[in-house]
């Protein structure tokens, strides 16, 4: 989907790592939430509250799963999972724009 309509955008960014990372928040109707943001080259560690789908929509990275043995490379129209209450790590080879979809429990 090129686009989300009828949403409400979050005026205020979500920045990490120095400006490294930043998003904005989506809220639905339905009361779903989305981030869409940017990714500089770097190392990253991040921790979840919800299931989050992480859609890369442009560049390289590598991720980190819990309970998954080694590094995945993921790149421009691909995705992965990663389970609620969690840690995982990101690679970023190469800026990337991402998608991340909160699933609640």
């Not at 490294?20 to 989305?34: I, P, Q």
């Amino acid at each position: 989907m090129p686009e989300f309509v009828n949403v409400t955008v979050v005026k205020g960014a979500n920045v990490y790592f120095d400006g490294k990372v930043t998003s904005r928040t989506l809220l639905f109707a339905d009361g779903s939430k989305k981030t869409l943001g940017v990714m500089l080259p770097g190392e990253y560690e991040f921790n979840t509250a919800e299931k989050e789908v992480m859609e890369i929509y442009s560049g390289e990275v590598e991720v980190l799963l819990p309970e998954v043995e080694g590094w995945l490379k993921i790149t421009g129209g691909q995705s992965f999972e990663v389970p609620a209450q969690a840690k995982f790590k990101l690679k970023v080879k190469v800026l990337i724009d991402y998608c991340c979809s909160f699933i609640p429990a």
